[in-house]
């Protein structure tokens, strides 16, 4: 009964967290295709290219702490959260278009500098963010790869001694 018990919740959390992570990166994946429909060189409406760009950063902030609040789970995890995390990308042109980006890899979208950075010049608004956006389809393209590996195996946790066959006995 323990082994059972203990296989069932193992497949669960492993389940639950796999969920929460696909919905994290398709969030991010999604609201990263929006950006790079926006049109930057008819701008109609530069609030909604500021909604949009903003709910990218909200996307991209939430995977981040999805992979700070389960860094313990394992070393992939940790990993990927070295990859959300590198502030090493457009920083400093981030922040000219008002889009500030700390240690931790967290975007502040600074509305009011975002829209006169898009009033003002566009093009340069549209070249960050096709950097940033590109930034994290390729993470979330490796965060993909990674996750048949993410979530350590019973073997991985309980150490190599474990013999299969007992736990479903």
């Known amino acids: 009964l323990i082994k059972n018990n203990f296989i069932n919740d193992y497949s669960t959390t492993k389940k639950n967290f796999n969920s929460e992570l696909n919905e994290s990166l398709d969030k991010l994946k999604n609201s990263s295709a929006e950006v790079k429909d926006l ?69 502040t979208v600074d509305n009011d500098q975002l829209e006169k950075s898009i009033n003002e010049n566009s093009t340069r608004v549209e070249s960050v963010m096709s950097s940033l956006t590109s930034k994290s389809d390729r993470n979330v393209s490796f965060a993909e790869s990674q996750q048949n590996k993410i979530f350590p195996s019973i073997r991985s946790m309980l150490g190599d001694s474990v013999n299969y066959s007992s736990l479903y006995n």
């Open 39 to 107: 049109d930057f060189k008819t701008v109609d409406d530069p609030k909604k290219i500021v909604d949009t760009i903003k709910n990218f950063a909200d996307d991209y902030n939430n995977t981040i702490k999805f992979f700070n609040d389960n860094s313990n789970v394992s070393n992939h995890v940790k990993n990927l959260t070295k990859i959300f995390s590198n502030t090493n990308y457009n920083s400093r042109s981030a922040a000219n278009i008002g889009i500030k980006i700390d240690s931790s890899g967290k975007m």
